[in-house]
Nanobody
Framework: QLQVVESGGGLVQPGGSLRLSCVFS????????VAWFRQAPEKAREGASV?????????NYHDSVKGRFTISRDNAKNTVYLQMNSLKPEDTGIYYC???????????????WGKGALVTVSS
């Protein structure tokens, strides 16, 4: 059974950093595109990815996080990371990792989803 599990969320002050992890189990992650999506408080989950990484390592980012967030993958660990720096209050939300979809800019339709990790940026 394919499973996606996020971790690394938490409370951080503006300007701080967090690293989210996404662990994929049930198959070899190297064959899959992986993306992060965000759901702001009291809003629906965004349909376009915050960031996305292809099987070949190509990446893209939403304009609001360019220069601050970095997505990376460690296929040996079946894990994708989202390093988030210079965090802003507007970055607050639930971050979902999703696996298996066509790579595009942004990534849109994904097949396997985690339950999300809460990121709160507040002083």
């Amino acid at each position: 059974q394919l499973q996606v599990v996020e971790s690394g969320g938490g409370l951080v002050q503006p300007g701080g950093s967090l690293r989210l992890s996404c662990v994929f189990s049930g198959d070899d992650l190297q064959y899959y595109t992986v993306a992060w999506f965000r759901q702001a408080p009291e809003k629906a989950r965004e349909g376009a990815s915050v960031s996305c990484i292809s099987t070949g390592g190509h990446t893209n980012y939403h304009d609001s996080v360019k220069g601050r967030f970095t997505i990376s993958r460690d296929n040996a660990k079946n894990t994708v990371y989202l390093q988030m720096n210079s965090l802003k209050p507007e970055d607050t939300g639930i971050y979902y990792c999703a696996v298996d979809g066509a790579y595009s800019d942004p990534c849109l339709r994904m097949n396997y989803w985690g339950k999300g990790a809460l990121v709160t940026v507040s002083s």
